[in-house]
Structure formats: C-alpha cells, structure tokens
C-alpha cells in the first residue's frame, strides 16, 4: 500500500473519530463528560488538520477553486430567506 493510501485512510478514520466526538461533547449530561469529549474533540482536529495539510503539501489533497460568480450565487440564494 502506498503511503498516500494510507494517509487517505487515516484521514477518512479521523474524520469519523471527530465526528463520534463532536456527538458525544452535544450529548454530554455532565461538564466533566463534555469537557472529556471537547478536548479528545480539540485534539483529533488537530491532528486531522495536520494529515490534511501534510496531503496538501504533496498534492495528494487537490482542492478545487470555485468561480466567484457562483459563490456570488448561493450566498444571494441564502440571503434571500
């Protein structure tokens, strides 16, 4: 398996762990359960973010650029109600 395989594959997994976190922090009964929650939350983005930028850096993570007009377009279909 190739690495940017498995970087695809462990970003799908943290993306699913913050996810389950984000859920458990919402559905916490007690400040300390959602305090827990928070900062497992709080990590796994941060570690998510640093997969998505080391990704990026190598290309394996293309993002598309979108014309301004379009976003001109939904924001004025958002703002219209």
């Known amino acids: 398996m190739e690495d940017k395989d498995i970087m695809e594959k462990e970003l ?3 993306k699913g762990v913050c996810d389950l976190y984000l859920h458990g922090t919402i559905e916490s009964t007690t400040a300390e359960v959602h305090a827990a929650f928070k900062d497992a939350l709080n990590t796994s983005l941060d570690i998510q973010n640093k ?6 850096e190598k290309g394996w993570y293309k993002t598309e650029l979108v014309e301004q007009d379009k976003i001109d377009k939904v924001k004025q ?3 219209n109600k």
């Open 51 to 56: 997969v998505y930028n080391l990704m990026a």
């Open 12 to 14: 799908l997994i943290l």
């Open 77 to 79: 279909k958002f703002a």
